[in-house]
């Protein structure tokens, strides 16, 4: 397989079961070792990742106001919720598996940490002491892709029982219901809309959700509006931004325009012409 830039890579992707499928929506893997060194512009999904470099013992991320800034961490980090964009570079991905959780799914894995960790990287071994660099090399000894995947599946389930031996750490139920609602696409659903059917104040529903998806609703909302509008633009259709907008619940173009720029550093347009895969921009120079 080709990468967008024409170079060779290989990408498998994987959705566990129940009951880790509850909390890990996804393992992948990713290696495309002729991939040119650069800056990545990455867009914010709001979901929570664990990332494995598998080339080299460190992960780097840079501000996204000022990328000249490096953050290095160990080769095996969480990425927490964004609501921002952020740069990566793409010596990283030349060899790398990835576990990206559901919304709301952080808790079992990182506890209290889960709104701590957001719009920022952490080293994994701040969370989870030798286990991180244990997992590691777990991952790194298995053979091949899919061995990769299952290796780090095993661990994340691992993670799931707690030390008596019960069962999953569930998250607030009422946490399960505002992220249905505000999945449903029959309907759009206000925080406001939530909390009236849960009986909760507003002001202790914002703090439960912060405190599980890592983002506050009105914060997830918008960022998830956002990413179903790079959706629409991924299917390859033609694209009108009226139309986009319109689909995607925005008040109008302008208001969507306006909205993505917040998000992407970029405008749709921009987007369009720049991107190198869903969510990835090269940076100039």
């Not at 959780?101 to 990182?110: K, S, V, Y």
């Not at 960790?117 to 244990?134: F, K, M, N, P, Y």
């Not at 607030?172 to 696409?185: K, N, Y």
């Not at 986009?244 to 550093?265: K, L, M």
């Amino acid at each position: 397989m080709l990468s967008p830039t024409g170079r060779p890579m290989r990408f498998v992707t994987y959705a566990p079961p129940p009951p880790l499928g509850r909390f890990v929506g996804r393992l992948w893997y990713y290696a495309a070792p002729e991939l040119p060194d650069l800056l990545e512009r990455v867009l914010p999904s709001g979901a929570m990742s664990l990332l494995i470099n598998l080339a080299e013992d460190e992960l780097r991320w840079y501000d996204a106001a000022a990328p000249a800034r490096c953050h290095r961490l160990s080769g095996i980090a969480v990425c927490g919720a964004h609501a921002e964009h952020f740069a990566i570079d793409t010596a990283e991905q030349r060899a790398i598996v990835g576990a990206e959780l559901t919304p709301g799914g952080a808790l079992p894995f990182f506890g209290p940490a889960t709104e701590e960790l957001s719009g920022t990287h952490v080293s994994l071994d701040a969370l989870w002491g030798r286990e991180a660099a244990l997992v590691r090399e777990r991952v790194l000894e298995a053979r091949t892709p899919d061995d990769k995947l299952r290796a780090l599946e095993a661990a994340l389930a691992a993670r799931l029982v707690r030390p008596r031996g019960s069962s999953d750490r569930a998250g607030d139920p009422a946490v399960d219901f505002a992220l249905a609602a505000f999945a449903d696409p029959s309907r759009a659903y206000t925080v406001a809309d939530v909390t009236g059917q849960l009986g909760m104040t507003s002001k202790r529903f914002i703090r439960t959700f912060t405190e599980q998806v890592g983002l506050t609703p009105k914060r997830y909302c918008r960022v998830r509006r956002f990413q179903q509008a790079i959706a629409a633009i991924e299917r390859g259709e033609r694209v009108s931004w009226a139309g986009v907008a319109a689909a995607c619940g925005y008040y109008d173009q302008a208001h969507f325009i306006h909205d993505f720029r917040a998000f992407a550093g970029l405008t749709p347009t921009e987007y369009v012409a720049r991107r190198r895969e869903r969510n990835h921009v090269p940076l100039d120079g």
